[in-house]
T-cell receptor
């Protein structure tokens, strides 16, 4: 099992550009989570899905953020337009119900 | 929110010593988990303890849970330099939503 796969590993973009982060969860895991990690705010839960359905998106900071899970093997987190304060490491995690496996993260830098 | 708070924020010990980290949370939980994060890397799941359990062991790790005090501790025995990392606790709501909220973490440094 390759674990949770995130892409890209690093993304540098200019302010105002659209950014799309991708995640492939572990097969058979029915829950998927997107987290953001910064020095100032720590690990923040942005949104989580259960059986491909968004259950709680209360952590999504603004309307500029959106997430989709079109099928059980793929999810995206989109920021449009991006701003410098969005710079962070974004983690995707999947879980079969208890415990969780994290991807390696996408380090996003918005300049 | 029911964010966990780890204590201490940073801990520096000598190799071979034991390291104890604490986590406090605010509301009832189904279970509590501990994760490790090496610098610049993703989080690695260490151990899960359910609300009806009081203690759990895994190798050199020992986790306790006191639901009456809403607190948990992680003990790493005979620490090694490779244990240097940040350690986080994560709690879920008792409603079983699998929505895990992470604490602020303890940065552990084990000196060789």
């Amino acid at each position: 099992d390759a674990g949770v796969i995130q892409s890209p590993r690093h993304e540098v973009t200019e302010m105002g550009q659209e950014v799309t982060l991708r995640c492939k969860p572990i097969s058979g895991h029915n829950s998927l989570f997107w987290y953001r990690q910064t020095m100032m705010r720590g690990l923040e839960l942005l949104i989580y899905f259960n059986n491909n359905v968004p259950i709680d998106d209360s952590g999504m900071p603004e309307d500029r953020f959106s997430a989709k899970m079109p099928n059980a093997s793929f999810s995206t987190l989109k920021i449009q337009p991006s701003e410098p304060r969005d710079s962070a490491v974004y983690f995707c995690a999947s879980s079969p119900g208890t415990g969780g496996t994290f991807g390696s993260g996408t380090r996003l830098t918005v300049v | 929110s029911q964010q966990g708070e780890e204590d201490p924020q940073a801990l520096s010990i000598q190799e071979g010593e034991n390291a104890t980290m604490n986590c406090s949370y605010k509301t009832s939980i189904n279970n509590l988990q501990w994760y490790r994060q090496n610098s610049g890397r993703g989080l690695v799941h260490l151990i899960l303890i359910r609300s009806n359990e009081r203690e759990k062991h895994s190798g050199r790790l020992r986790v306790t849970l006191d639901t009456s005090k809403k607190s948990s501790s992680l003990l790493i025995t005979a620490s090694r330099a490779a244990d240097t990392a940040s350690y986080f606790c994560a709690t879920d709501a008792a409603s079983g939503t699998y929505k895990y909220i992470f604490g602020t973490g303890t940065r552990l440094k084990v000196l060789a």
